[in-house]
């Protein structure tokens, strides 16, 4: 195989072709037809789709990780000025570091709901049952106390 062919701005053949496969795959064509429009067999066409939706992902995984970046540097800069005004009871900025902190929360998924598995079995439910039976007999005399 040969060395690959670049163009002026430095895109090779081959992305070029990448690329007209993904265009050619959204208005529906299957790989069969792109392969045919493009002069190279379904399994090529397939590739060539491939290829560039999995480098269009890795292009979005670096632009989101430095969004990312400059929103941490933002909410640094707004915690830096805004915290110690908020420590001595300003109320907008106490406001302000709520704020950011959500941000901050949201940012990195902190508030992502938690999966749990609560499984009722009959041990369990003769537990809770125990449990409140005991509660029961404690309440009921502070209760007859007058407490």
């Known amino acids: 195989m ?12 081959s992305q ?3 690329h007209d496969a993904v265009e050619l795959r959204r208005t529906g ?6 392969g045919e429009q493009l002069g190279v067999d379904r399994k090529t066409a397939w590739t060539y789709v491939q290829r560039a939706l999995a480098a269009r992902a ?13 929103q941490v540097v933002i909410l640094d800069t707004v ?11 300003d109320t907008r900025a106490a406001e302000i570091v709520i704020r950011a902190l959500d941000r901050h929360a949201k940012l990195f998924g902190l ?4 999966r749990v598995n609560a499984q009722v079995t009959d041990d369990r439910v003769a537990r809770v049952m125990q449990l409140a039976e005991q509660l029961a007999e404690i309440r009921l005399p502070a209760v007859e106390a007058g407490q």
């Open 58 to 70: 890795r292009e979005t995984v670096v632009d989101r990780d430095a969004l990312i970046g400059e």
């Open 29 to 34: 064509m299957s790989y069969a037809q792109i």
């Open 111 to 114: 508030d992502a709901p938690i």
């Open 2 to 13: 040969g060395a690959p062919r670049f163009n002026s701005s430095g895109t090779t053949e």
């Open 79 to 89: 915690f830096e000025g805004m915290l110690p005004k908020a420590a001595l009871g």
């Open 16 to 18: 070029f072709r990448q």
